[in-house]
Nanobody
Framework: QVQLVESGGGLVQPGGSLRLSCAAS????????MGWYRQAPGEQRELVAT???????NYADSVRGRFTISRDNAKNTVYLQMNSLKPEDTAVYYC????????WGQGTQVTVSS
């Protein structure tokens, strides 16, 4: 059974940066793609960014140019570097991975506020 564990959320001022990490365990070698989704209060969960084992990347328009997704296949870990954060980036961020089904992490809160 695959498990995804996120870390790195928190409170940051507008314009600041945060880095999220997601470590996969439980035979994660064949998980691809992996990525991040987010869900703000009262909103549907939305895609933020995804990356395959080969390095193909997809970003939501709202984060392109500000967020960077990367992946360390040796560590079975995916990262999300978030720069120039805005209040509208406030949400619970979920790590996601696809193998025979969708796998989700427990979520980590990101709050952008002054």
């Amino acid at each position: 059974q695959v498990q995804l564990v996120e870390s790195g959320g928190g409170l940051v001022q507008p314009g600041g940066s945060l880095r999220l990490s997601c470590a996969a365990s439980g035979n994660p070698f064949t998980i691809s793609p992996m990525g991040w989704y987010r869900q703000a209060p009262g909103e549907q969960r939305e895609l933020v960014a995804t990356i395959t084992r080969g390095g193909s990347i997809n970003y939501a328009d709202s984060v392109r140019g500000r967020f960077t997704i990367s992946r360390d296949n040796a560590k079975n870990t995916v990262y999300l570097q978030m720069n120039s954060l805005k209040p509208e980036d406030t949400a619970v961020y979920y790590c996601w991975g696809l193998r025979e089904k969708n796998y989700w992490g427990q979520g980590t809160q990101v709050t952008v506020s002054s």
